[in-house]
């Protein structure tokens, strides 16, 4: 800095010259758009009214009528690795998220945290002028670093974003959301009870960040990713906006499907000639290898089926209205206040339509992580209140494909369009001059980057923070805006996912046979397909046998490009084997664990684990008479566990996966006084669908004072769910017998000892009791 000083230095202050040009911050480049992305999940390119879907969208339909809407853009078919690219501008193994952060795992492509080649948007913006902020959904942080002593390097203030509300992991309860604001845990600010639901709430945040940034700082321009729970289950929608599509899927998917693709021909997003592909496209041994991704035809389905399954659409559609809405109050404030000239909005999905439903849908969509089937009696129970606080549900797989017509699948399947092939819409009145037109370029979620960057007059720096970058895989869109024939400047990209791969390559594909999640392995035995997508835009048309030169030459492009983007090694475990790798960790592992009260939730990536094992809980306590409330509980009411003082006896419940009746053991009335209460689960086996089965044993001072068979899960309680708590019981309750948080009251607890080794329960109390002395 001192040698490009540029003024004078005396000895006197006086006598000397002032220079701040080394220390200025930079300013964006003059007449520099201001950036709104709204990132949505789980939504096929069918669903959406713009793009000649069912569910009204009133925000969108509105910004495509005076914008672009793209008929050809993709994504990597599941969160994280879509969401990386929008961080990044490069493909998602550069940026090590070939799956889901959750699934991380220590190899180059797959480790789960940004490599420092690979500078942020965020970052960039950021050092050149650029207000930054990010809202809702981020699916981009280790596991084990969401945690309140855990780092934060992955987290958004590090990546380039000055503040961040919203929630880290892949989904979030909208009623009881997991809330963080900037680099802490917060409690959300009202409970449904009070109309509270994320996606008001992220509206309501977003306004005040951008209201704050222009009575401060009104020249400089913004940037904001704004990313919705919806449309990822669990699917909470308000009421009256899910009764809003009442009966409007009562024909099936089936038909839905044959209403939809000529509304997205006559609408221009797929050409003349396009065909319907399969219902159940699969060949059938593959298909047997996931069974839990087959769709049952709406013929076959008894009456309460009907109804059930038309209800669950009804409740995602309800939910992606309401969320349009909350976009709606943005759009609104920014046409209201000047800006929305210069503002560029991108509309868009993450990855196909979401089947993780099982073939009969789900009240609780955590069983799919679980690998436990869906019942159908268990669901109807919920028919009237599907979207409330009460469900954590999804759609059957038969909406997923129904909601990507015309293509093949849905999302994790990166070798066929249901997964991939995603909407977007571009809306920037200072600088694109058509509206409502369509784009048929080929382009993807990579090309995000650079377009905002060609748009604001910045480039990816060579070398950023003293580290040589990867370059941009992506490429920009903007010579697209207003040139509507202009061809596609995007020549290849690859496809890799959950075992699933492809490749695009100047109008042909080239598809690999295989099932995500499936475990069968035996890649090299994979059968490739080849697909004209210029001519065949459904990929519904195998033509390998007619081109057996351009599948071989298309087959070698894969593997280059898999040599260059840490691609390989290609795994299609299935999700709990995934979810349960082991991973380094912050702390050193152990098998016993001590928690105190006045701590906020500690997240379950961090938090003991007790998936398929035994384990045993104490907790040293004070009684007064009026003791109650919850001593200790982890989970939610989809799944979780929890000791409490209900009516001056001692209870356990253990909410397997939201299946009622809960499993609960209750002790004689509790004495005041000191006591040693607690409860031990001895595992004795794995059930049918692997789940562990076994003996739970209530004790109050070291006596049995209830015992019974109990079954407890293997999998996690919810993919970013409930913490574990001491002293009461955050966000969802995990049981029924009490309202949240139920905080312990007329007492004190002195610690909760959790044991996951396989020494006896009386000698874990006794050590227990020891330790808790100590601290």
């Known amino acids: 800095m001192a040698e490009q000083f540029q003024g004078v230095i005396k000895l006197d202050v006086r006598d000397s010259k002032a220079d701040w040009t080394p220390y200025e911050l930079k300013r964006a480049p003059k007449g520099a758009p201001n950036i709104l992305v709204v990132l949505y999940d789980d939504t096929g390119q069918a669903a959406w009214s713009p793009f000649g879907g069912r569910i009204n969208m009133p925000t969108l339909q509105r910004l495509a009528d005076n914008g672009l809407l793209y008929s050809q853009w993709h994504t990597t078919a599941l969160c994280s690795p879509t969401r990386s690219t929008f961080l990044t501008g490069r493909n998602h193994h550069v940026n090590r998220s070939a799956c889901i952060t959750e699934a991380s795992n220590g190899f180059p492509g797959a480790a789960g945290r940004l490599p420092a080649e690979c500078a942020t948007i965020g970052q960039v913006l950021q050092e050149n002028g650029y ?48 809330l963080v604001e900037d680099n802490h845990f917060i409690d959300q600010p009202y409970g ?29 321009p913004w940037y904001m990713w704004f990313c919705p729970g919806a449309n990822h289950a669990p699917h909470h929608s308000p009421k009256a906006y899910a009764d809003k599509y009442k009966g409007k899927f009562d024909d099936g998917y089936e038909a839905y499907r044959e ?4 509304r997205m021909i006559e609408k221009g997003i797929l050409p003349k000639g396009t065909k319907l592909t399969p219902l159940n496209p699969m060949p059938e041994d593959v298909q047997n290898s996931v069974p839990g991704d087959a769709v049952r035809p709406w013929n076959t389905l008894n009456a309460d089926e009907k109804k059930l399954f038309a209800r669950m659409a009804e409740v995602y559609a309800g939910f992606s209205e309401y969320t349009d809405a909350q976009v709606g109050r943005i759009v609104e404030y920014l046409e209201r206040s000047g800006q929305l000239d210069n503002t560029i909005i991108f509309y ?17 969509e955590n069983k799919f992580f679980n690998g436990y089937p869906d019942e159908l009696a268990e669901n109807l129970k919920y028919l009237k209140t599907l979207g409330g606080p009460d469900t954590y549900n999804h759609y059957p797989t038969g909406w997923a494909v129904a909601f990507s017509t015309p293509y093949q699948m849905f999302k994790r399947y990166s070798q066929y369009c249901g997964g991939t092939c995603c909407p977007l819409v571009i809306h920037w009145p200072k600088g694109i001059q058509a509206k409502g037109e369509i784009r048929d370029q080929y382009h993807h979620c990579t090309d995000i980057v650079p377009t905002i960057l060609d748009v604001t007059g910045l480039e990816m720096p060579e070398t950023y923070r003293g580290v040589e970058q990867y370059p941009l895989n992506g490429v920009s869109m903007r010579y697209s805006f207003d040139q509507a024939n202009a061809p596609t400047q995007k020549k290849r990209q690859y496809y890799a996912m959950l075992g699933t791969r492809g490749i695009w390559e100047n109008g042909w594909k080239a598809s690999a046979m295989h099932a995500p999640l499936s475990g ?32 071989a030459a298309l087959v070698d492009a894969w593997f280059e490009e898999a040599e260059k983007n840490f691609v390989l090694p290609l795994d299609d475990r299935n999700a709990t084997e995934l979810l349960t790798i082991e991973r380094p960790q912050a702390e050193v592992p152990r098998t016993r664990y001590v928690y105190f009260p006045g701590t906020a939730p500690i997240p379950e990536g961090v938090a003991v684990n007790i998936r398929g094992r035994s384990y045993k809980v104490i907790a040293d306590v004070d009684l007064t008479d009026k003791a109650a409330g919850v001593i200790f509980a982890h989970g939610s009411r989809f799944g979780g566990h929890s000791l409490f003082i209900k009516d001056r006896k001692l209870c356990y419940v253990y909410n397997f996966l939201g299946i009622k009746p809960e499993q609960k053991f209750v002790s004689p009335e509790l004495p005041s006084g000191k006591h040693s209460l607690g409860v031990e689960f001895v595992r004795e086996s794995a059930g049918e669908n692997h ?12 006596q049995v004072v209830a015992e019974g068979p109990m079954r ?58 020891a330790a808790l002395a100590r601290d």
């Open 520 to 551: 069968v392995g035996h890649f090299d035995k994979d059968q490739w397909e080849l697909y004209h997508v210029d001519e065949d835009r459904a990929e519904a048309d195998n033509v390998a046998a007619q081109h057996p030169e351009k599948l």
């Open 348 to 364: 868009c999905s993450d990855n196909g339509a979401s089947g993780e439903g099982s073939p009969n849908g789900s009240v609780n």
């Open 712 to 769: 407890a899960q293997v999998g996690k309680f919810t993919l970013s769910g409930d913490g574990l708590c001491v002293g009461y019981d955050s966000g969802d309750n995990v049981s029924q017998e009490y309202k949240n948080p139920a905080r312990f009251t007329g007492g004190t607890i002195l610690g909760v000892g959790i044991d996951i080794s396989k020494e006896s329960y009386v000698d874990m109390d006794k050590e227990a009791a």
């Open 259 to 262: 209403w939809a693709l000529p």
């Open 131 to 178: 207000s930054t902020f990010w809202l809702g959904k981020n699916h981009n942080v280790p596991e084990e670093d969401i945690a309140g002593g855990g780092s934060r390097s992955e987290w958004p203030l590090a990546k380039g974003f000055d503040r961040f509300y919203g929630f880290l992991g892949g989904e979030t309860n909208n009623w009881y959301p997991d």
């Open 691 to 702: 789940e562990s089965v076994g003996k739970a044993r209530l004790y109050v001072d070291g």
């Open 192 to 220: 449904p009870e009070k109309g509270y639901h994320l996606s008001e709430d992220l509206a309501d945040q977003a306004l005040k960040m951008l209201r704050d940034q222009q009575a401060s700082n009104p020249s400089k």
